[in-house]
């Protein structure tokens, strides 16, 4: 899903829930495949978009919902990107985090 350059966590979660999540339901996934990259940090240096940990925590939660709701819990996660070291260590923790607490 495309976003505009510099877009917020909150233009971010407005596409989830307008974009994204309608069609997801519509479709009720038998399992659902994220490929999780976390250049979309604000710290990135290539992803030029503002989203922070809670931004990412948010998104995995509501997926983590969708997947209970018509997959059983069904998610297979893999690690796609972010070049910020720091930004993508806490990224990547908010991620386990998030799909730990759902399972």
Aim: aromatic residues 12%; proline residues 6%.
């Amino acid at each position: 899903m495309p976003l505009k350059r510099l877009a917020t966590g909150a233009e971010f979660r407005e596409a989830f829930r307008t974009e994204i999540f309608p069609p997801l339901h519509q479709f009720k996934p038998d399992f659902i495949f994220i490929s999780a990259g976390f250049d979309a940090h604000t710290a990135d240096p290539l992803g030029e978009l503002l989203l922070e940990d809670a931004d990412f925590t948010w998104a995995f939660e509501q997926i983590s919902l969708v997947a209970n709701e018509f997959c059983e819990g069904r998610i297979v996660s893999v690690l796609e990107g972010g070049y910020d070291p720091d930004a993508l260590a806490e990224s990547c923790a908010a991620h386990v985090k998030a799909l730990m607490a759902a399972s």
